[in-house]
């Protein structure tokens, strides 16, 4: 290959390097046009970088101390003192203290295991004095929303961790409700074989218990309350395909009958709506424009979170996941900061560069112009982990960035082998390109071993945990294909730059044995 056609390439390899790095790692000012935050500014991080979401479910009965300040003496009169919480059992709907803390602590169980089932990153669900939960999950901010470069960001992430708060904290039973007033019931209906409208005020006591949701609105339950909604549904579970976020419900034999009566009921109705609630939550607001008969039910959601949320939430329930105490409506959330500290985030990045920075240095230094290479190599491979993470939407954690490390180290370690299997090749007296080519060959199996064990071992680790432990997994499995396909790349860039040099044995720093009859 000719000087200029190793040029050419080298510059166009080195200018997508520079561009690549640029959007991934700078973040600018734009005039007054505004500000332009770089793909690691846009990363969703966790709590150990921006902080948590938390809130506090408080029973019915059971009230905070500066609740309790704000009563009457007359108020105050039937509260007791339980730690730095305020019991009323007349209002709890338990006898004893004991009673209500047993079934505080059974739904804490019951929450931590929706908490689990959601995957996140990162969750906290705590009991306080006995008688309440608390429950944390990461923000989900990014670098930019944390420092308040995005403001809308931070808006929409804070709104979404409140929202799985609310969600995986719903108590009560589920059932199928109506906003109508009225609906036209069908001709197989007991109470009204006319097909026309039904007052569904009328059946009240039957028809709706707990029938005021969180937002206030009036709402009539299409089923009887003595009729277990859970029966309809054998699992719900969510997924994301071709960008749409779908909740999916499969349902029983009973369940395809019973939903195939009540679709027809709402398809009459005037919203043609169908809310499915967990107690005075609602977690799903069904369309139905005619009577619906399968087996599976699939609706879509705005976001992947809010699919998984509600699917989450129901799915615990319908597999008797129920809270057994009746908790006061959520209040608003509130966040914390990073519990790393304010500059964690910065401190990781700067970590992570200072490991880059050594293993390019150490490149250089040993293996001279092929360091060079090398330390292209480690730069790509970084800028690949970055945008994954962000085309992924992986919540980074300290266990993610550890992992991303793990990945520079592996491709070292394989460019190693060969490396010294090149060298070892030198000191017999090969030429260099007959080196080259039997190092590779020798060490192609064991290198392409270690990927695909590390595969292998990231995909399961990615396909069966949950949280920062599936998120490490996944970049994991990004790192082992990209570690892997710059192995080769190194070895054209190789090609590439040492083409045009006489003494290919000094681009590499290494040396060849002389024979008397070479000389």
Not at 155 to 165: D, K, Y
Not at 211 to 225: A, C, E, M
Request: proline share 1%; with cysteine; hydrophobic share 45%.
């Amino acid at each position: 290959m000719s000087k200029v056609k190793s040029a050419i390439i080298t510059s166009l390899v080195v200018i997508a390097i520079i561009v690549a790095a640029v959007f991934g790692v700078a973040s600018y000012n734009i005039g007054a046009a505004g500000r332009y935050n770089s793909i690691a500014a846009n990363i969703p991080l966790g709590s150990e970088f921006t902080g948590y979401v938390y809130t506090t479910a408080y029973p019915e009965g059971v009230i905070p101390a500066d609740r309790y300040v704000a009563l009457t003496e007359e108020e105050q009169s039937s509260y007791e003192a339980h730690g730095g919480l305020y019991v009323n059992l007349g209002d709890s709907g338990y006898d004893t203290v004991e009673e209500l803390e047993s079934a505080v602590a059974g739904d804490a169980k019951i929450i931590s295991s929706r908490f689990a089932a959601r995957g996140l990153a990162d969750y906290s669900v705590t009991v306080t004095d006995g008688l309440a939960i608390t429950a944390a999950v990461p923000s989900g901010l990014t670098y930019a929303a944390y420092t308040g470069n995005s403001s809308v960001d931070r808006s929409n992430a804070l709104n979404a961790a409140s929202t799985t708060l609310g969600y995986l904290l719903a108590d009560g039973e589920l059932t199928l409700r109506t906003s109508d007033a009225s609906i036209t019931l069908g001709s197989d209906d007991e109470d009204d074989s006319s097909g026309s409208a039904v007052d569904m005020t009328r059946f009240e006591d039957e028809y709706t218990d707990a029938d005021v949701l969180g937002d206030g609105s009036k709402t009539y339950s299409f089923v009887s309350v003595n009729e277990d909604v859970t029966e309809y549904f054998n699992s719900v579970s969510s997924f994301t395909f071709g960008g749409a976020h779908v909740v999916n419900f499969s349902l029983t034999q009973t369940g395809r009958e019973r939903i195939n009566y009540i679709s027809t009921l709402a398809a009459s109705s005037s919203s043609q709506t169908i809310y499915v609630c967990v107690g005075s939550t609602r977690l799903l607001a069904i369309t139905c424009t005619s009577t619906i008969d399968s087996d599976t039910l699939q609706f879509t959601m705005e976001t992947a979170s809010a699919a998984s949320d509600v699917a989450t939430a129901l799915n615990s329930v319908v597999n008797g996941g129920k809270l057994s105490a009746d908790y006061a409506d959520i209040e608003s959330a509130l966040a914390t900061s990073a519990a790393g500290g304010d500059l964690a985030a910065v401190l990781a990045l700067v970590s992570f560069v200072v490991v880059l920075l050594v293993l390019c240095v150490c490149a250089a230094i040993k293996y001279k112009k092929l360091g060079g290479v090398l330390s292209m190599s480690f730069v790509i491979l970084s800028l690949v982990l970055l945008y994954a993470l962000f085309i992924l939407g992986i919540q980074v954690s300290y266990a993610v960035v550890a992992t991303c490390g793990l990945v520079l180290v592996l491709f070292a370690a394989a460019n190693l082998v060969v490396l010294g299997e090149v060298r070892a090749q030198c000191a017999k007296g090969k030429t260099m390109q007959a080196a080259v080519k039997d190092a590779y060959k020798r060490t192609l199996l064991p290198v392409l071993d270690i990927h695909i064990v590390i595969l292998v071992l990231a995909i399961f680790v990615a396909s069966v945990t949950h949280g920062a432990v599936a998120a490490s997994g996944l970049i994991l499995v990004v790192g082992a294909i990209a570690s892997y396909a710059l192995y080769w790349f190194t070895r054209l860039m190789w090609f590439v730059l040492s083409a045009p040099q006489r003494n290919k044995f000094a681009f590499g720093g290494f040396k060849r044995e002389v024979y008397g009859d070479d000389e």
